[in-house]
């Protein structure tokens, strides 16, 4: 608006003054004309009169006629006034005085010559000195009359200047404005273009509100609304309010909300709220401008339900991760440390009583516990009763518990959180956890120190368990197979092992019989070990001498099938031909039945005895590699639990 207001008045401004410049100039123009045109045309007419003068002169001079003289004389005299009388109209300039007065000066002059050629006899030179002076003064009016055209001449041209000076002026102005008229011009398109966009975005933004399907409220500072949109009121039938204030969309701590978002004003903010089963979110800002709040509430109930569905999948799967880690580090443990162990090989009495024990219970979820001596393959029939049950494709965990020290029993069973302990540097999953929805095998149960035979008790009566330094309980669906070579029952008398644990996992107890009490089937077990061993070490053994078979039947076998394994084994890295041969094993055969009723005590005391004598010819050293435990093949925390257990004592 001030740009068409400043362009008004220049224009009004520029058209004055063009107005009266010109009208200046057309005044002078027009008062040139009217005074010095006629003193022109006078000064015109006096030459030809002033001419005739002198041109009579000479003829009355010549001729003596005095009658033409005078006729001539004064006719030309009376058009010489009638020019002066012109001259003095037109002229304010004391030209006109002087011309008249040498006019006089002429006809004085005129007079004296005709007096003197009227005398009967004139004097000559008389008459050419008062001809010389008349044609003096002729010239000299001449020279005035030309002063005069030349000064008129020099007004007409200084006039003319000043006209072409002026309209320059005007052609500069007129220029210079058209200029300024151009960019005024531009400007103007360029202020009104602006105006007409924001006048469409403000159109656009005034419908905004009216066409936007979302919800729009307007708030004051009280929090109050003052609009709400057709969105709103559609999202309120959507979530089953219809008919409902339309407060319901907002946070219900309002107040406090708006305070903080006034403080923090430009910024927006965005608040997360329940209403009923719907959660809704609010995207909100202050306009200081206009002193309100613009909020605008979406149901966000769908993408919160997705989004913790997605958490749940990402959480599993971490944990499925995490799990088949652990796995992978337990199976390469377990490969690395395993010892070869026989398969169930055999056609015995005795076996075949204990694997239609393990086909019927096989298909439980029973606990299982498996009495023998050691070496006569519990692992094996424990794998035998995973693999037999509906829990076949789910994992098989194994723990030797006799392997681990107490300290770290627990956590091996249970796993534990990172810093739960010194060295704790990640969260760890225990055995439970890695034999969830399979079978967990734990050997030689009986060396469960006493506060983890408490825990267990727990996780087998609830299937659940917190890790070492975690508050996070863990549900596991876990599958128990215990094994041990000890008495269970003496020891529980002895208060060595928890009575409520024995009988929770004495469930379904099988006895697997040592070798000594099935011998008909060494030779089926030689034969396995031989295929398997000539395989492993590239022999070609193909049989077995029937010494030998005699020799191996004979044997009582104190370490039963992984004493027989070993042997066929040193056996087969020793022959070197295709009958294998078996080395001396020691005394002969002995009577069965004596054998059979050794107490298992009596195993205990050879395991005592076996320990003192390698202590002793290791000078009581336990640790390094010249320590008994590196001899024993066992852990140093593991010989000193043995020794604890044995009551073996360093002597004095």
């Known amino acids: 608006m001030a740009g068409v207001v400043a362009v008004v008045i220049a224009s009004i401004a520029l058209a004055v003054f063009v107005h009266l410049r010109t009208r200046s100039l057309e005044q002078a123009t027009m008062q040139l004309h009217a005074t010095r045109l006629p003193a022109l045309e006078a000064v015109s007419g006096l030459r030809g009169p002033v001419a005739a003068q002198q041109a009579i002169l000479f003829r009355y001079y010549a001729s003596r ?10 006719a030309n005299h009376q058009r010489i006034v009638e020019q002066l009388d012109r001259l003095d109209g037109s002229m304010d300039s004391p030209n006109s005085e002087i011309c008249r007065i040498g006019l006089g000066e002429v006809e004085s002059l005129a007079g004296r010559l005709v007096d003197v050629l009227d005398r009967p006899m004139p004097d000559p030179a008389e008459s050419m000195a008062l001809l010389a002076q008349v044609q003096m003064q002729a010239d000299r009016m001449t020279d005035e009359l ?31 404005y058209t200029g300024f008229l151009m960019l005024m011009g531009t400007l103007m398109a360029l202020t009104l273009r602006r105006y007409l966009d924001a006048s469409a975005r403000q159109r656009s933004i005034a419908l905004f509100p009216e066409r936007n399907p979302s ?16 969105g ?19 946070p219900p701590d309002l107040g406090e909300r708006i305070e903080a978002l006034i403080a923090a004003a430009p910024a927006p903010a965005e608040w997360e709220y329940a209403l009923g089963d719907h959660t809704l979110l609010c995207s909100a800002h202050f306009v200081a401008e206009e002193n309100v709040f613009h909020a605008y509430p979406v149901d966000v109930t769908a993408q919160r339900t997705a989004q913790r569905a997605l958490n749940t999948a990402l959480e599993e799967v971490q944990s499925l991760g995490k799990r088949l880690a652990d796995e992978n580090v337990y199976l390469k443990a377990e490969i690395e440390t395993a010892v070869p162990s ?49 829990r076949a494709d789910g994992p098989f965990i194994k723990l030797n518990c006799a392997a681990i020290a107490p300290t770290l029993v627990e956590s091996e069973l249970f796993g534990h959180e990172k810093g ?29 120190p006493p506060d983890v035979q408490a825990t267990l008790l727990r996780v087998l009566q609830e299937h659940e368990f917190e890790r070492v330094g975690g508050q996070d309980t863990v549900r596991v669906d876990v599958r128990i197979v215990a094994a041990t070579n000890r008495d269970l029952r003496a020891m529980v008398d002895e208060g060595r092992f928890r009575a409520d644990l024995y009988y929770r996992i004495n469930v379904f107890p099988v006895t ?74 020691g005394v002969a055969k002995t009577d069965t039945r004596a054998r059979s009723a ?35 093949g066992m852990p140093p925390g593991t010989l000193r639990s043995r020794m604890k257990k044995l009551a073996i004592q360093r002597p004095a």
């Not at 006629?65 to 004389?73: G, L, T, V």
């Not at 559609?234 to 969309?249: I, K, S, V, W």
């Not at 056609?347 to 029973?366: F, M, N, P």
Request: aromatic residues 4%; glycine residues 8%.
């Open 65 to 74: 006629n005095h009658a033409e003289f005078q006729s001539s004389y004064r």
């Open 146 to 176: 030309d002063a005069i055209v030349d000064t008129v001449r020099n007004e007409f041209s200084a006039s003319v200047e000043r006209t072409h000076d002026a309209s320059r002026q005007i052609a500069r102005l007129v220029l210079a």
């Open 215 to 230: 919800a729009v409220l307007r708030l004051d500072r009280h929090g109050a609304i003052s609009y709400a949109n057709p």
């Open 232 to 250: 709103a009121e559609a999202l309120m039938r959507r979530l089953g309010h219809a008919g409902e204030a339309l407060d319901a969309l907002l």
């Open 342 to 390: 026989s398969d169930i090989v055999g056609q015995s009495h005795r076996l075949r009583e204990v694997l239609a024990r393990v086909d019927e219970v096989a298909g439980t979820s029973a606990t299982v516990l498996i009495l023998g001596e050691s070496g006569v393959g519990k692992e094996s029939l424990a794998r035998a009763i995973h693999d037999r049950s509906t």
């Open 420 to 448: 739960a302990f010194t060295g704790a540097a990640a969260r760890r999953l225990g055995r439970f956890e890695l034999a969830d929805g399979g079978t967990l095998f734990l050997d030689e149960i009986g060396e469960l």
């Open 512 to 585: 697997l019989p040592p070798l000594r009490e099935r011998r008909e089937d060494i030779p089926s077990l030689t034969a396995h070990f031989l295929k398997k061993f000539s395989l492993a070490h590239g022999k070609q053994v193909t049989g077995v001498s029937a010494s030998a078979l005699e020799h191996l039947q004979s044997w009582d076998w104190p370490g039963n099938i992984r004493e027989l394994q070993n042997v066929i084994e040193r056996a087969v890295i020793l022959c070197r031909g295709e009958v294998l041969e078996v080395p001396s094993l």
């Open 598 to 632: 050794i107490p298992v005590q009596d195993l205990r005391s050879v395991e005592r005895t076996h320990i003192v004598d390698v202590l002793t010819r290791h000078d009581w050293v336990i640790e390094g590699r010249r320590g008994a435990a590196s001899a024993l």
